[in-house]
């Protein structure tokens, strides 16, 4: 638990509320009555081809489609790796969402992370979905300014600003929490 508040310390907690507020682009919008919220998904697909693997180490260089390499630990959870040879391709599909909303009340601000892993065929094959939902409380609220100060699962306070572009801000009230959910997934297949 203590790695996650470190990780979503206040700086980001403070960035991912900016984006509770509208500063994000939106493609879902509110419900009728609802609390603001936004949702923005990004993906990002790669081909490669692996250039060298040290089976002892874990660590694979990668040779993108556009010449660049890229060398990294392959984890423990991704097994048979003795499989990939070299020359083989890799294609990877990478999903990030973020989720925030701003809701009524429900409980004490908090934070989590689950993590699953999926694992398929003979090679490192498979898919790793991660998220991470964190739980701040609007404990001060100035409209005219369009600040709101929110207290995360640490107890520490931070001031956020809502832009001009930001919708319904006048909506937000002492006492609401915004509710922020990271989910990361990686589609991971290797090729001969």
Excluded: W
Aim: a positive charge.
């Amino acid at each position: 638990m203590l790695a996650i508040k470190h990780r979503l310390g206040i700086a980001v907690l403070m960035s991912l509320a900016m984006c509770a507020f509208g500063i994000l682009p939106t493609i879902a919008k509110a419900q009728e009555g609802s609390k603001p919220h936004v949702v923005v998904v990004g993906t990002r697909a790669v081909v490669a081809t692996v250039v060298a693997i040290d089976y002892s180490t874990r660590m694979v260089t990668l040779e993108r489609t556009d010449g660049k390499t890229v060398t990294f630990r392959v984890g423990d959870n991704f097994p048979n790796l003795d499989r990939v040879k070299q020359g083989d391709t890799v294609k990877a599909v990478y999903l990030e969402s973020t989720a925030i909303a701003v809701r009524k009340p429900d409980g004490s601000p908090t934070a989590s992370e689950t993590v699953e892993v999926v694992r398929h065929g003979h090679k490192p094959e498979g898919t790793f979905v991660k998220t991470i939902t964190v739980v701040a409380t609007v404990t001060a609220i100035d409209h005219r300014r369009r600040t709101a100060t929110l207290r995360g699962p640490d107890g520490n306070s931070t001031e956020v600003r809502a832009g001009p572009e930001v919708k319904r801000f006048n909506e937000v009230k002492k006492g609401d929490q915004v509710v922020v959910e990271i989910t990361e997934a990686l589609a991971v297949s290797v090729q001969k």
